[in-house]
């Protein structure tokens, strides 16, 4: 995992906002044809809160960088962390792999419709597996939508 400091990353150059949680919201950018990222950034609602991103950053990264979390198949890993600065405010900025196929909704609503029922079992079964890891390091998860996944 690679940690950088980056004055400017912007939710302007990133293509646009995938996805959005309570804490955070995701972004999408190409680096190049084969290269894609997500970045999560918190919401600007903790951005004045320095204690709040710091112990979502804490967490976030503790969970994360759990070796059974960070071996598990169907948790994607933490690329790296930049930092934004934003008007005097350090900003953690996650870095993820982008998803081929984009967010688990977005999945579902498209060329995922036509999927069998067979794969649409996996995918539950895959999600449950997922979801069991993060209990298992006693990581409940209660604000979970499908374009987290």
């Known amino acids: 995992m690679a ?4 004055n400017g990353f912007s939710r302007h150059n990133a293509l646009d906002a995938a996805a959005q949680g309570g804490t955070a919201k995701i972004y999408q ?3 190049d044809v ?3 990222f997500a970045y999560k950034r918190t919401t600007d609602l903790f ?16 969970v994360l960088g759990n070796p ?5 198949p169907n948790i994607v890993d933490l690329e790296g962390i ?6 005097e405010n350090l900003i953690p900025v996650f870095v993820f792999p982008k998803a081929q196929l984009g967010s688990l909704d977005h999945y579902l609503r498209s060329e995922g419709r036509m999927s069998s029922l067979e794969d649409r079992l996996k ?5 449950g597996k997922a979801i069991a890891a993060l209990h298992i390091i006693s990581m409940c998860s209660r604000d979970r939508n499908l374009a987290e996944f």
């Open 68 to 72: 059974y979390i960070r071996d598990h």
């Open 34 to 36: 084969s290269t894609d």
């Open 123 to 127: 995918i539950c079964l895959d999600v």
């Open 82 to 87: 930049c930092w934004e600065l934003d008007n």
């Open 47 to 62: 951005v004045g809160d320095k204690m709040t991103a710091s112990r979502i950053l804490m967490s976030e990264v503790s």
């Open 29 to 31: 950018s190409t680096v």
């Open 3 to 6: 940690v950088v400091v980056r």
